[in-house]
């Protein structure tokens, strides 16, 4: 069969995992899909994927941005394969909350932060699950079994023996304390999480963290991110309503009973 020139086939061994990839993190570089999608970094590999992901930019099933603070461009979906997910997910595909709007470049570095947690969590063995946030979305939108919140992801993790399911929330910029007291009392009405957990950029925001969000009724507990994904099994939790330090396997517990 021949293909008119200029045109992409896409392959769904090969090229699908990757749009659901970029799509799922919403913003990702180049090297964390490639230490996604393999083992060991080899140029082979390294320039295959390269290839892959250049057709697609050029076809718009991605779109590629350079953004200042980064040593490489940032992926993100383009309109031709947000197109091409709508017929092949398993929940509603919508990428324009993320790719427009004044807070675009806000919204890339908790993506890419996000994503390298993700990464690191999952290279510690602690990680199960990953549910993200478009697919949470989705799910808040058509089910009416939802999510309290559009959470930036349900994890499944495991620690010492130990299984639990959390809502992850990654805080890399303060918001105000009216919005914490609005925030709390949506968390307050979360009947399908037992557990959210708040990592934080940074000490600040951790101490800020723990006095606007202490009248929740619900589990919240607050870590570093650095230090989380560095040794999630030993790394400190503290608890906003109690100012307990908790471990891992402690906040699984509580999650799954």
């Given at each position: 069969?021949?293909?008119?020139?200029?045109?992409?086939?896409?392959?769904?061994?090969?090229?699908?995992?990757?749009?659901?990839?970029?799509?799922?993190?919403?913003?990702?570089?180049?090297?964390?899909?490639?230490?996604?999608?393999?083992?060991?970094?080899?140029?082979?590999l390294?320039?295959?994927?390269?290839?892959?992901?250049?057709?697609?930019?050029?076809?718009?099933?991605?779109?590629?941005?350079?953004?200042?603070?980064?040593?490489?461009?940032?992926?993100?979906?383009?309109?031709?394969?947000?197109?091409?997910?709508?017929?092949?997910?398993?929940?509603?595909?919508?990428?324009?909350?993320?790719?427009?709007?004044?807070?675009?470049?806000?919204?890339?570095?908790?993506?890419?932060e996000?994503?390298d947690?993700?990464?690191?969590l999952?290279?510690?063995?602690?990680?199960?699950?990953?549910?993200?946030?478009?697919?949470?979305?989705?799910e808040?939108?058509?089910?009416?079994?939802?999510?309290?919140?559009?959470?930036?992801?349900?994890?499944?993790?495991?620690?010492?023996?130990v299984?639990?399911?959390?809502?992850?929330?990654?805080?890399?910029?303060?918001?105000?304390?009216?919005?914490?007291?609005?925030?709390?009392?949506?968390?307050?009405?979360?009947?399908k999480?037992?557990?959210?957990?708040?990592?934080?950029?940074?000490?600040?925001?951790?101490?800020?963290?723990?006095?606007?969000?202490?009248?929740?009724?619900r589990?919240?507990?607050?870590?570093?991110?650095?230090?989380?994904?560095?040794?999630?099994?030993?790394?400190?939790?503290?608890?906003?309503?109690?100012?307990?330090s908790?471990?891992?396997g402690?906040c699984?517990?509580?999650?799954?009973?």
């Open positions: 069969m021949r293909y008119r020139k200029g045109t992409v086939i896409i392959s769904r061994e090969a090229d699908l995992p990757l749009l659901r990839l970029v799509h799922r993190a919403g913003h990702v570089t180049f090297s964390q899909v490639y230490r996604s999608l393999f083992a060991t970094k080899e140029k082979r390294w320039d295959t994927l390269g290839w892959r992901i250049r057709r697609m930019v050029a076809q718009e099933f991605l779109l590629s941005t350079a953004v200042p603070g980064f040593p490489e461009q940032v992926l993100s979906l383009g309109e031709n394969g947000e197109l091409f997910l709508q017929s092949n997910e398993s929940f509603n595909v919508e990428r324009g909350v993320r790719v427009r709007g004044s807070n675009k470049r806000h919204q890339i570095w908790h993506d890419v996000l994503y947690i993700r990464l690191g999952s290279a510690a063995g602690v990680v199960r699950q990953w549910k993200s946030e478009p697919e949470i979305r989705a808040n939108d058509f089910s009416t079994m939802h999510y309290a919140k559009d959470y930036d992801a349900i994890v499944t993790l495991e620690c010492a023996g299984s639990g399911t959390v809502a992850l929330e990654y805080e890399r910029t303060p918001k105000s304390s009216a919005s914490y007291a609005a925030i709390s009392r949506v968390i307050d009405q979360e009947q999480i037992k557990t959210v957990l708040y990592l934080t950029a940074n000490p600040e925001l951790h101490r800020f963290l723990l006095l606007n969000l202490g009248t929740s009724r589990n919240i507990v607050v870590g570093l991110s650095r230090e989380f994904v560095a040794d999630p099994h030993r790394a400190e939790l503290q608890d906003v309503r109690t100012g307990r908790k471990r891992l402690e699984l517990h509580d999650s799954s009973h």
